[in-house]
Structure formats: structure tokens, C-alpha cells
């Protein structure tokens, strides 16, 4: 029986040997499977690399490297067509603020100098006789007596326009005191300062005493208020006189600027207007004149009528003299003030200068200093 059964185990085979197992179909394809996975892998590997390793993380108690960082390197400015070399806006800022100057508010002086005059309507001779007085007395401001605008009888020129115009485009400013039938009488300002603002105040008067008035003009000198006063008292009458120089110093009393008061007083040193006018005002001829002070006549001057009154904060006279000049039948005052209370600013240190731009791309620029030239 054993032996019909292992003839019957293996068929076709001899008695006693075994045939090992066969390889069957599903094995081959999972070991192909797993060569082509492989490959595939290796594939990718070559194709994309692995990323560069992590820097080394630092452990308590050791220093990690300090990472290599390369040095910055500026840009250079842009130079676009023409030439022009285009400065980055931070260069530029610093620059500006390279170039700012330290300044100080300062509280300053200035000279002032003033001709008080009775032109006597041009009538003694002519404009451009007066007009070449007022330029070699070199006054910036005058305080001008009977004067005309637009009188027949005298051209019908607006005298006091006529010479703020041929001084250079000055400024003036008209009192009329009087009307005519061919035109207006009165006092006058001329200015080389701009004018701020100008009233004519009347002044006392009795019966049939020619009008007078009081012109006052404020001016603008360098940021500072100057009052300007011309008038012409009576000349007839002591006592008018007394009431028109009591008029007039009310209302300088009530005028905190610092002024002068000229003209045409009618009366002499000593008498009573001129005392109630220099308790309110200095003479500039008493503080600083020198000469003689008389001013009329002007052919033979034997007394003094016509005064450069000042007052009022930071304003002193320096100098006052007649001057012996011809035109009318008065001689002008001329008086030199030295008015405070002018802002000026002191600055140190220099701006920085610009050179000028290359014409040629990479040229060196010039130095600084040739270009802004003397230190202001």
C-alpha cells in the first residue's frame, strides 16, 4: 500500500525521489514591483537633490557659530540721462539739516534823520530848489509847513507828492488846514518808510485866525511804529498859541510810540508854548545841536521858531544843526535820532555749501568753499 502511494505523490517521477515546489506567477510580479519602486527612488534622488543641512542648534553650555552675514555695499546714486546725479531722500535730509544755522533774536538800532521845514508853498523859490535841500540833508523823513495841493496860484501840483515821488518813489501824506478857491493849504509828511496810517487833528482857534491842524503820520520802521507830528501854531496870538501847543500835548501824551513833533512853532525859546511843548518832549537842538539855532529869516536869521521835538521809548538824539540853505523864508532843522527796538537775528555757524554739478559723469566736484566765497 505505501509504495502505490508514493507512486501516486509523483506521478511520472521515479520511485523514491521528491520534486522541490514551483515559483508561481504572483511572486515574480511583487519582486518586479519592487525593482521598479527602487529605481524610481534613485530616479528622484538624482533629479532633486536634498535641501543644504540646518545649522547646528546650540546646546546649553556651547556657542553656535555665529552666522556670516556679507557686508553691505552702498548703492551708488542714479545717474539718469544728462548727467544730473539724483541724491537719494535720506542723503538729502541729512544735508538740510547739515546745513541749518543756529539763530538768535537780537533787539537792534537804527538811525533815523529828520528835516523839519516851512516850505513856504515854494513860493520863496522853486520845487526843485526845496527838493535839492531835502536831498543833501540825506533825511529819511520830512516834516514839511505851508504846503499846497493842487492851487492854481502854484502850479496846481501836489507839492508834498511831487517830492515823495522825486525822492524815490517815497510816501506822503497831506493836512489840509486851509481850502482855497484854486486848491487846499496845509502841512505835510514825506517818508522813505512805509506809512502805516495818518490823521489831521484842528487846533484851537479864535475869531478869524487862519485854521491850523495837527498831522500826525505813523510810520513803519524795521518792524518798529514811529509817530510822525508836523504842525504850524498861529502867529498872530500868544494866547492861540498857548491853546494849540496844550492841544497838542494831550494828544502826544496819549501816544505810547516814539515820535517827533516838528514845525512851524511861531514862538521862541522860553516863551510859554514851547515850555508846555518840552515838558512833554526833548528839543533835539538842546540836547545834541551845535551852531547856530536861529531860523528866521532865513536872509538873516535872528530867532529860533522852527524845532525837532522827540520823546518817547529807545529814541535819542545824536546831532542837530540849522542848515544854511536858501528856498524859503525859514532854514529846515535837521536832527539824527537813534531809534531802538529794531529785531534783528544773529546766526553762527556757515551753511553748507552746494558744489556745483559736473557736466561730465564722474568728474570731481568742486570744493565748497570756492563756490559760496566769502563767509556772510
Known amino acids: 500500500m505505501e509504495e502505490q502511494d508514493e507512486q501516486e505523490e509523483r506521478p511520472g517521477g521515479r520511485a523514491g525521489r521528491r520534486q522541490g515546489p514551483a515559483v508561481s506567477s504572483l511572486d515574480l510580479v511583487v519582486t518586479l514591483v519592487a525593482v521598479v519602486v527602487v529605481l524610481a527612488g534613485l530616479s528622484f534622488a538624482l533629479i532633486f537633490p536634498p535641501d543644504a543641512p540646518e545649522p547646528p542648534v546650540a546646546h546649553e553650555g556651547r556657542r553656535a557659530p555665529a552666522a556670516v552675514t556679507p557686508p553691505q555695499v552702498a548703492a551708488d546714486p542714479v545717474v539718469p540721462e544728462g ?17 541749518q544755522l543756529v ?5 537792534g538800532t537804527t538811525e533815523l534823520t529828520a528835516l523839519a521845514y516851512n516850505i513856504k508853498s515854494a513860493r520863496a523859490g522853486s520845487l526843485e530848489r526845496l527838493l535839492g535841500v531835502m536831498q543833501r540833508s540825506g533825511a529819511e523823513v520830512l516834516l514839511l509847513q505851508e504846503v499846497d495841493n493842487r492851487r492854481r496860484s502854484t502850479g496846481s501840483v501836489d507839492q ?22 484854486d486848491g487846499l493849504y496845509g502841512t505835510a509828511v514825506v517818508s522813505k518808510y512805509p506809512i ?8 484851537p482857534n479864535i475869531g478869524r485866525a487862519q485854521p491850523r491842524g495837527l498831522l500826525h503820520v505813523v510810520i513803519d520802521i524795521e518792524g518798529v511804529e514811529v509817530s510822525l507830528y508836523s504842525t504850524h501854531l498861529d502867529n498872530t496870538s500868544a494866547n492861540i498859541r498857548t491853546q494849540q501847543a496844550s492841544r497838542i500835548s494831550s494828544i502826544l501824551a496819549a501816544d505810547p510810540r516814539p515820535k517827533l513833533l516838528g514845525g512851524d512853532m511861531n514862538t521862541w525859546p522860553g516863551s510859554g508854548p514851547e515850555q508846555i511843548l518840552t515838558s512833554r518832549l526833548s528839543d533835539s537842538f538842546v540836547d545834541a545841536g551845535s551852531g547856530s539855532g536861529p531860523t528866521h529869516p532865513a536872509s538873516r536869521p535872528r530867532t529860533r521858531i522852527d524845532y525837532l521835538l522827540y520823546g518817547g521809548p529807545d529814541l535819542t538824539a ?20 537813534t531809534l531802538g527796538g529794531i529785531k534783528t537775528e544773529k546766526c553762527s555757524g556757515e551753511p553748507k555749501s552746494k558744489s556745483k554739478k559736473s557736466d561730465k559723469a564722474g568728474e570731481p566736484e568742486e570744493p565748497a568753499q570756492e563756490e559760496s566765497g566769502t563767509p556772510q
Open 318 to 337: 545824536t546831532s542837530s544843526a540849522v542848515m544854511s540853505e536858501g528856498g524859503s523864508d525859514h532854514l529846515p532843522v535837521r536832527s539824527v535820532f
Open 103 to 107: 539763530c538768535q533774536a537780537l533787539i
Open 160 to 181: 508834498a507828492a511831487w517830492f515823495a515821488e522825486r525822492l524815490g518813489g517815497w510816501n506822503s501824506a497831506f493836512g489840509r488846514n486851509v481850502t482855497f478857491g
Open 83 to 99: 548727467g544730473e546725479v539724483v541724491v537719494p531722500p535720506l542723503a538729502m535730509e541729512a544735508e538740510r539739516q547739515s546745513a
Open 196 to 203: 502805516v496810517s495818518s490823521v489831521n487833528t484842528p487846533l
